[in-house]
């Protein structure tokens, strides 16, 4: 996106250099890395870097909004709204796709938001290797407001442990060795001293929750949370412990935000920078579907999303209350590549202590694509493409 910046690692660009960036990735768990990693950081020049920022002052101020609960009270399936919900979200995620208005200018549009975790503990590790694999400018910094790797790392320590013993507290998935992002699970791990555990051995005895380490009952006391209850219904996985029951255990994030900050909210908000969006059956006049993309309130990862929206596929759907129409977006073939442009979202981690007035942006990830959507299976054998992270301009 800054012309003599990506020119000049371009010309600098080796696959020799490359693998060794790679090497010092892999080694950090050793065969754990399920994803690709991208050849090329992203540089985001500062005006577009306010853009998102403000995008995202503005939707959080609607999430902080009194109302703000009720009016995403129905986002929660009611067999998945678990007790002792706290009254703010701990972590969000806003990503934006790098994209052209119909001036063909460079804008940021959002394109999902989330209140769940990411990859945050790799994360950390890459921006490290790729200052120094990249050559990243002085002037340039993934972090915001004045953090560094340290800062962050303790932020990530404040909100998850908080004072509780670490092994009191655990990393809940399902199957976490056979998920993409073990990687992320196994840093956490190191980073933070606590244990990634499979809802599937946990148990409770009366209001308690405990897990079992080297032969030792612990019990559990706080849950960062990793899990996503839809695909946890999808792998129709039997025995496991009912969660729906108030246990004496804090959630970080509680898994109601999971619903309430995500496709569901986008109707809600009006903003140069995030694309209209309507509740299917709350659509009145006729649109035109090719501006649109059809989505399924209810799932993850581009699953079950339309793009090429007909009139047929909306009338073989019997709940449009659980469905919304978003207009789509025109990426920007904007990260120029050896191999041809790629396309590029960009991840914002915002954070959310007890005693901070608001969220805060605080990191990234990035994602590069050369496929129809972002994500792994539409980038199948392309390279310059993966996993990455934002470097953004300072003053």
């Not at 934006?96 to 460079?106: D, V």
């Not at 394109?111 to 790799?122: H, R, S």
């Not at 929206?309 to 449009?320: F, G, L």
Request: aromatic share 14%.
């Amino acid at each position: 996106m800054i012309k003599k910046i990506r020119e000049q690692f371009n010309n600098n660009f080796s696959e020799e250099k490359y693998n060794a960036f790679i090497e010092k990735v892999e080694n950090l768990e050793p065969g754990t890395l399920q994803f690709r990693v991208a050849e090329t950081p992203i540089f985001i020049p500062k005006d577009f870097t306010k853009k998102m920022l403000d995008a995202c002052d503005g939707i959080i101020d609607i999430i902080r909004q009194p109302e703000f609960k009720e009016i995403t009270d129905r986002s929660i399936p009611e067999n998945l709204n678990i007790p002792n919900e706290d009254d703010y979200v701990q972590m969000i995620v806003f990503d934006f796709g790098i994209c052209k208005n119909e001036k063909e200018e460079l804008e940021p549009q959002l394109i999902e938001m989330q209140g769940f975790p990411t990859i945050y503990a790799f994360q950390a590790h890459i921006e490290a290797f790729e200052r120094e694999y990249a050559e990243i400018p002085e002037n340039f910094d993934a972090y915001f407001n004045d953090y560094n790797k340290e800062s962050y790392i303790q932020l990530l320590r404040d909100l998850i442990v908080e004072d509780e013993n670490p092994e009191n507290v655990i990393l809940l998935e399902i199957f976490p060795e056979q998920q993409k992002t073990i990687i992320d699970f196994r840093c956490t791990e190191k980073m933070l001293g606590i244990k990634a555990v499979c809802i599937t051995k946990l148990y409770a005895k009366g209001d308690k929750l405990y897990y079992q380490n080297d032969g030792r009952e612990i019990q559990v006391k706080r849950i960062f949370n990793r899990l996503i209850f839809d695909d946890l219904e999808q792998q129709n996985v039997k025995d496991i412990i009912d969660l729906s029951k108030p246990y004496e255990v804090q959630w970080v994030p509680h898994p109601n935000w999971f619903y309430r900050i995500s496709k569901y909210t986008l109707p809600f908000i009006q903003n140069a920078y995030v694309p209209q969006t309507f509740f299917l059956n709350e659509v009145k006049a006729p649109l035109n579907l090719e501006e649109y993309v059809l989505k399924p309130l209810f799932s993850f990862a581009g699953m079950g999303v339309i793009i090429d929206v007909t009139q047929e596929d909306i009338d073989k759907i019997n709940d449009p209350e659980n469905w919304i129409l978003q207009k789509k977006v025109n990426y920007a073939d904007i990260i120029e590549t050896p191999d041809g442009p790629a396309k590029a979202e960009i991840r914002l981690f915002y954070f959310w202590k007890k005693d901070w007035e608001k969220p805060k942006a605080v990191f990234n990830l990035a994602r590069l694509s050369k496929g129809k959507m972002i994500g792994t299976r539409y980038n199948k054998d392309k390279k310059w493409v993966g996993g990455t992270i934002a470097f953004f301009e300072k003053d």
